[in-house]
Nanobody
Framework: QVPLVESGGGLVQAGGSLRLSCAAS????????MGWFRQAPGKEREFVAA????????YYGDSVKGRFTISRDNAKNTVYLQMSSLKPEDTAVYYC????????????????WGQGTQVTVSS
């Protein structure tokens, strides 16, 4: 069973919004810190946002602060990424990731990864 499945990507105009979802089969879900990362063609993977077990602590990459919001619903085993004021430079494949017990920006600490969902922002 695939541990993480992203959805919600697509094509949007600059200034628009999208909400990504990541459904987790990991149990118990509440014991995993969750993160979102992205990778654009020819670029390294970039940290976007992370959330701790309870959802009380949130972390954001500098390029998305004030525009993106991460949240989680432990009852639904799902983490979300609300993206607003999208820019063409936000175009990338977005990946959901999980790590035991805490969130953070270090991708090497994440144990499970989704297959990614494409987000394309047109100018």
């Amino acid at each position: 069973q695939v541990p993480l499945v992203e959805s919600g990507g697509g094509l949007v105009q600059a200034g628009g919004s999208l909400r990504l979802s990541c459904a987790a089969s990991l149990r118990p879900f509440s014991t995993y810190g969750m993160g979102w990362f992205r990778q654009a063609p020819g670029k390294e993977r970039e940290f976007v946002a992370a959330i701790n077990l309870s959802g009380a602590n949130l972390y954001y990459g500098d390029s998305v602060k004030g525009r993106f919001t991460i949240s989680r619903d432990n009852a639904k085993n799902t983490v979300y990424l609300q993206m607003s004021s999208l820019k063409p430079e936000d175009t990338a494949v977005y990946y959901c990731a999980a790590r035991p017990y805490s969130g953070g920006s270090d991708s090497s600490q994440y144990r499970y990864w989704g297959q990614g969902t494409q987000v394309t922002v047109s100018s």
